[in-house]
């Protein structure tokens, strides 16, 4: 199981935090992140349930992990392994992670899918969101998987949709002409673009689209 403690700093302050494995005392915590995260007019049926969260930490509890600081839960990230083949990437986000359900968890699978990453408002300047995604390549590493993927949303592109197709759109992102709040994040924590998944989520600011975004395990 992970555990890692470690400071961040809010205003040169340094706070305690902790990453580490969420468990079943932490679904109340889950669920009101997910509330701050996607608040209204985000359906609240579509929050994490606490089926989805019983099966992942039964079907795979390395891959749940959270942040905490001075003892609130401030961020999840969330994970399941999949057998994945580069060259055949077209999938949507529902087939691929059992709409969050994670039944489809294979022991046997070569890549550490995310299924969704989520830090409380108020806490987003603190870099948790990268300081987790890094805790999820250890992961990689440890458990000897080919790569960390998923399908980041593009929630600039509908923008720029009329004059852009998605590629076009990605590239000018990825060489510093357009910035995205997605994926330049996700840039930033050391993921590399593999392609467009066209109908990945219904989601109206990326026009349906995402750009499945990899983490190879640099010792493979």
Known sequence: MYRSEFYVFEH????????????????????????????????????????QLTNHVELFPEGALCI???????????GLCVD?????????????????????HNTNGNTLYIVDISVRPKYRKLGLGKLIMQAMYHIVIEKGYDRLLGGGRMPGYHIHNKQLTPEEYLD?????QLKDPVITFLL???????????NYLDDEESCNNAVLMQWKNPFK
Not at 68 to 78: N, P, Q, R, V
Not at 84 to 104: C, K, L, V
Not at 172 to 176: H, Q, R
């Open 12 to 51: 040169d302050q340094p706070k305690a935090a902790i990453i580490r494995n969420y468990t079943k005392e932490d679904f109340g915590q889950l669920i009101e992140i997910q509330s701050e995260c996607f608040p209204p007019p985000f359906p609240s049926e579509l929050w994490w349930n606490q089926e």
């Open 172 to 176: 000018a992102v990825v060489k510093g």
């Open 188 to 198: 930033r924590c050391g993921r590399v673009p593999l392609g467009i998944a066209n």
């Open 68 to 78: 905490e600081i001075g003892g609130e839960l401030a961020g999840s990230l969330t």
């Open 84 to 104: 994945f083949n580069p060259n055949h990437m077209e999938h949507t986000w529902a087939e691929i992670t059992d709409n969050g359900y994670i039944r489809n």
